[in-house]
């Protein structure tokens, strides 16, 4: 393994640099570079660790020396450049997405990470709320929440999000220096990270009074996002969740306006499998946490997003970020 | 070009998700989806934009329908899945570090944006530091200088280190609980980020009354990044430069102890061509901002490092981060 993330996974090594190898009776053996020579041997002492600026070329001559006919390699990560240096003299078999598939079911000590990130992002913003008005502006909201964010966890899990006003057409908005005006929407998307797990939520708050256009558009999101978790379970195809929560907003007379997917996983990373969208072959399973986001992009008006990071179970969906969804009004 | 780092560098375009196609005229093409479709007409309006879902497709079957006999690809980049999807049918051709290249000697532009994220780190350390004292935990001091780099530039350009005491000998240490003890010395390692670009600087700072050997490694490592510094100009080698600083560590006995390379370049990226170290085959220009940060890590004693971003010029170095090299002293 390559790919860092899967590296954490796989070891508990946060270092950044360091390649695995784990072989069929599950031992693995590491290697990273001498600046995390101590954090390796606190991190994984149960794994043999080897310490040296040509890790790959170490793991590779690891991999030559036991005769092993075929190794899987992270096809999906590993570029094609750092491929072809380890040469071909082993059976290199591509593992495509098997590693993703393991790290999208998560255990209960996984799922207790990002309980406690959710709830640390629901808090965020109750405290940065009544904060926000008339006249501050986007990177002030997205600072407090992102202070707040710190005081409570790891901090943000990603850039946080403020578009207010017609920004709100950008899904992706960095915030600006644009104060809140009477009448805005304003569209926070942020989240807490504990111990390397993400928290994703999303909410569309209003200031002041807001006109009927705006109230419909709002409505239409956050009937949508109800569909979308609604008809999450075990078995379901993220096509198919897609399509529920999707429904409502073409039906709504907005579906040209809603561009990206449903929602995505969340782990290790923001964004990791299942991916919830129109073009998506990913199942949902029991102990999967997903986003559910739909949102409403009107160039040069505005937009609204509603996301909550929920669990799939066997019997039910956890709901992990538990904000109300109906519109918050601030002054 | 599929990294997005190297997207921005040519295109400007700064969202998560997207490729460029540059003709041999100099001519662009960028693929995004329609999360970015505002932004991307807002960085980089002089550029033909795809808003798809599909975008590697969608330029694979433009630069398919032109009839080009060649395509360079970013080998290093991207990974084995990625470009086995592109197909045969174009004769790729791999960039190496062609862009990488490109990207390490800076125009005045980007050398301006470098000089203000280093000022904003100098400063920031100015103004946090007299709240560094014993008592204090790590933790609490990498958040003052966050807070200060958030009030001065875009924010931390990377994870803020704060080693102290024995945890001096993890030189990628990250702050923990600890509180400062008198007789520390304390790692701080960080930089903020302006527009996109990284400034890097570290000092360790001592906590009261230090002892003799602590003041010999000071001694060692202020000395070798002096050397470091003035070993540079355009024409020298990676090499040659690492080993300048490295002898007078390991004149100094330490050798052991110093287990990373002398530095790397800084733009766009914390970590960037051209790297020193005793491996590189990288060579110095001119205009190129580089670190020098020699480090001695003792285990289950502590460390030192030391570290400014200077730039390589024609005829001399110009150092952007500025704070006193001799030791700081706080209560």
Chains 1, 2 share one sequence.
């Not at 082993?90 to 593992?95: D, K, N, Q």
């Not at 805005?184 to 807490?192: E, H, K, Q, R, S």
């Not at 995505?264 to 949902?284: C, M, N, R, Y």
């Amino acid at each position: 393994m390559t790919n860092l993330v899967n590296v954490r996974y796989l070891t508990g090594f946060t270092g950044s640099a360091g390649a695995v190898v784990v072989w069929v009776d599950g031992s693995a053996e590491i290697a990273t570079d001498s600046r995390y020579g101590v954090q390796v041997g606190d991190e994984c002492s149960d794994i043999a660790a080897h310490i040296t600026r040509a890790g790959r070329s170490t793991l590779n001559a690891r991999l030559t020396a036991t005769g092993v006919s075929a190794v899987g390699f992270e096809d999906r990560h590993l570029a094609v450049a750092d491929w072809r240096d380890l040469g071909d003299d082993l059976g290199w078999t591509p593992l495509g997405s098997t590693v993703d598939q393991l790290r999208m079911v998560k255990d209960d000590t996984e799922l207790g990470l990002l309980r406690k990130a959710c709830q640390a992002s629901d808090d965020a913003l109750a405290a940065a709320l009544p904060r926000i008005r008339v006249g501050v502006t986007e990177r002030e909201v997205a600072r407090w929440i992102d202070d707040e964010l710190r005081n409570r966890a790891e901090g943000p899990a990603f850039d946080t999000i403020v578009a207010s006003g017609v920004y709100g057409a950008i899904p992706h908005h960095q915030p600006t220096d644009r104060e809140l005006a009477d009448g805005d929407l304003v569209t926070i998307d942020f989240g807490a990270r504990v111990e390397g797990y993400h928290a994703d939520m999303t909410r569309t708050i209003a200031v002041g009074q807001i006109s009927d256009w705006q109230r419909e558009v709002y409505d239409a999101v956050q009937a949508a996002q109800a569909t979308g978790v609604a008809a999450l379970g075990p078995g379901k195809t993220a096509r198919e969740v897609d399509a529920s929560a999707r429904s409502v907003i073409v039906d709504a007379g907005f579906g040209e306006a809603f561009g990206h997917g449903l929602g995505h996983g969340v782990g290790l990373q923001i964004h990791e499998a299942p991916f919830l969208g129109t073009t998506s072959a990913d199942k949902l399973e029991a102990s999967v946490p997903v986003t559910v986001e739909p949102g409403i992009y009107l160039p040069d008006r505005g937009g609204v997003r509603i996301e909550d990071t929920v669990v799939v179970h066997a019997d039910h969906v956890e709901r992990l970020t538990t904000t109300t969804r109906d519109l918050l009004v601030v002054g």
